[in-house]
């Protein structure tokens, strides 16, 4: 009967850990984006921030920088914080432009974010901008853990 017992309690924490394993990760944490001009190597622009959940429909992004990578390519460097619903649907919020390799970034030490839906994940990307449009990275992101 010991045997049987240890054996359950085996199978219970393996389907346990399967579980905890397949969810994705969660915290608050810092995310980078960086797009490169296309036609260069170097040249282009980069968006980061630091990601804080303060519930399941609230979140601060901190020090959030956009900045032209260099050396430049003349055109100017775009970030938005990026969020993505648990309804599929994804937000992308006002976009903050840094001019050129002579100023200074584009900084924002807090923006508050929040909505009546619930959020699944928030970042940010980082978008060259070419004129008629923009060329951007995939969004860098971090899930919610509410």
Known sequence: MGIKIRALIGVAAVGAASIVGAMPASANGDVYSKAVTPGYTDAGA???????????????????????????????????????????????????????????????????????????????RACVDLGSTYSCAAPNYVYNQY
Not at 109 to 121: A, E, G, M, Q, V
């Open 46 to 124: 980069s968006a980061k921030a630091h990601v804080v959940f303060n519930s399941r429909t609230s979140i601060t992004y901190q020090n959030f920088t956009v900045n032209d990578v260099c050396p430049g390519d003349n055109f100017r460097a775009m970030g938005q914080a990026v969020v993505r619903y648990t309804d599929g649907t994804t937000y992308y919020g006002p976009e903050h432009f840094n001019s050129g390799c002579t100023s200074d970034p584009w900084f924002a030490s807090s923006l508050p974010f929040s909505s009546s839906k619930r959020i699944l994940w928030a970042g940010v």
